[in-house]
Nanobody, 125 residues
Framework: PLVESGGGSVQAGGSLRLSCAFS????????MAWFRQAPGEDRERVAS???????RHADSVKGRFTISKDNAKNTLFLQMNSLKTEDTAMYYC?????????????????????WGRGTQVTVSS
């Protein structure tokens, strides 16, 4: 299972740090990612971290958000700085079995088979 925490309400320009505690098969390699979904919008990948590709961030958050992972603590993080009102959404942690020798970023939303329940982030002006 994946369990997110750290969401909340902040003013524009503020920061939040999301955490995702995960419990996955230690014998497999996984791509892990943060997605977000605003009401009436499609689910959007924000950032991913995997085995063969470096950290990747969506253009909309590049330079403001940073994904990281602490393998010893089985925790995925998303540091969000300089938050904007358009960052308001439910944020989800997700994992997919990593493709052998392949990159994680090209994986589609449907290929992520493990999902948390989400944590709400609300940014006000």
């Amino acid at each position: 299972p994946l369990v997110e925490s750290g969401g909340g309400s902040v003013q524009a320009g503020g920061s939040l740090r999301l955490s995702c505690a995960f419990s996955l098969n230690a014998d497999r390699r996984y791509c892990m990612a943060w997605f977000r979904q605003a009401p009436g919008e499609d689910r959007e990948r924000v950032a991913s971290i995997g085995n063969y590709d470096a950290l990747r961030h969506a253009d909309s958050v590049k330079g403001r958000f940073t994904i990281s992972k602490d393998n010893a603590k089985n925790t995925l993080f998303l540091q969000m700085n300089s938050l904007k009102t358009e960052d308001t959404a439910m944020y989800y942690c997700a994992a997919a079995v990593a493709p052998e020798g392949g990159a994680c970023w090209p994986l589609s939303v449907g290929e992520f088979t493990y999902w948390g329940r989400g944590t709400q982030v609300t940014v006000s002006s």
